[in-house]
């Protein structure tokens, strides 16, 4: 009795623990010193991407450009437009994102808290973009993001350099098929790390600077 007892219990936490059961991530490109990874989504029907690769630059260099929302365009996947809604603080903002989306689906948008942080002892900064689907009302013809989810570790190596790992849960929502989705999965965290290599490479990045964070 008190091992069936024990069997149960061990069922019932391996069932509903959080995180348990995680598929491992699955490497699916290697090129230009970005790794790009993805596994089964835990929370939803499309695939869950992580990037990993070096920047040189200091970590107030990509907080510059992570903040630098307007400019999110010229480096971000098929971004069409962004602005800030609203700021918190300067570490901390909301701010809007429409997506282009390939004919014949709709473009996307959501509304994103973001929120960057540091850790005191090890310099890691972490940075949150998750997505707020009720801060704004629905736009005509656009679709809203049910989930996205962004979380960024960046740790630095040097002055100027910085190792980063990204990971990005998200769903499109509406009638986006999921194998559609998860097809073309590595050509959009790819090419926005390409795209973001070269944008860092600004001067007003590369000299920028943030009472919030120690280089």
């Known amino acids: 009795m008190k091992s069936k007892l024990l069997y149960l219990i061990l069922l019932f ?7 348990w059961g995680q598929s491992a991530w699955e490497l699916k490109k290697d ?16 695939n869950d991407l992580r990037v990993e690769t070096t920047l040189k630059t200091s970590l107030s ?11 999110y365009p010229h480096w971000s996947f098929n971004t069409k437009t962004a602005y800030v809604l609203k700021q918190v603080s300067p570490s901390e903002l909301y701010f809007y994102s ?11 948008d959501l509304a994103v808290h973001l929120h960057i942080t540091q850790d005191p002892a090890s310099k890691v900064l972490h940075i949150k973009a998750d997505e707020v689907p009720d801060f704004i009302p629905p736009k005509e013809n656009i679709v809203r993001v ?17 190792k980063v790992e990204y990971e990005l849960e998200i769903d499109p929502g509406a009638s986006a098929p999921a194998w559609l989705v998860n097809a073309f999965a590595t050509k959009g965290p790819f ?17 920028a600077n943030f009472p919030f964070i120690v280089n």
């Open 13 to 19: 936490l391996v069932g509903f623990h959080p995180g």
């Open 98 to 108: 429409e997506i282009n989306s390939p004919w014949p689906a709709s473009n996307r």
């Open 146 to 162: 049910p989930l996205s989810r962004e979380s960024w570790v960046v740790t630095p190596l040097d002055k100027n350099t910085i």
């Open 61 to 71: 260099g990509l907080a510059a450009v992570i903040l630098d929302i307007k400019n």
């Open 191 to 207: 090419e926005t790390f390409i795209n973001l290599k070269e944008q860092i490479k600004g001067a007003k990045y590369q000299n």
């Open 31 to 46: 090129k230009d010193g970005i790794r790009v990874y993805n596994r089964p989504g835990a929370h939803s029907k499309f």
